[in-house]
Nanobody
Framework: QVQLVESGGGLVQAGGSLRLSCTVS????????MGWFRQAPGKEREFVAG????????KYADSVKGRFTISRDIYKNTVYLQMNNLKPEDTGTYYC??????WGQGTQVTVSS
């Protein structure tokens, strides 16, 4: 059974940075699509960033372009989300997704103003 485990969330002031990690229990390979989503209280889950293959095959939500960077280490079966210049509206539970099918348990990110 495939398991995704996120880590790296926390409380940070506006303008600060966090790096989220998502480790997958099985080999993913470059061809497997990986993504980060987030859900704020009372709102629907939304796409944040995705990667298929290498660094040139990434996609971002407009709200995080230029601030967030998704990357992957296929040897560690891990996907990262580097979040810089965080804003209070980035607050929410961040979820890792693999292939559109598997989800992690989520990690909380709280940005204070």
């Amino acid at each position: 059974q495939v398991q995704l485990v996120e880590s790296g969330g926390g409380l940070v002031q506006a303008g600060g940075s966090l790096r989220l990690s998502c480790t997958v229990s099985s080999r993913t390979g470059r061809s497997y699509a990986m993504g980060w989503f987030r859900q704020a209280p009372g709102k629907e889950r939304e796409f944040v960033a995705g990667i298929v293959g290498g660094p040139s095959s990434t996609k971002y939500a407009d709200s995080v372009k230029g601030r967030f960077t998704i990357s992957r280490d296929i040897y560690k079966n891990t996907v990262y989300l580097q979040m810089n210049n965080l804003k209070p509206e980035d607050t929410g539970t961040y979820y890792c997704n693999m292939g559109g099918h598997y989800w992690g348990q989520g990690t909380q990110v709280t940005v204070s103003s």
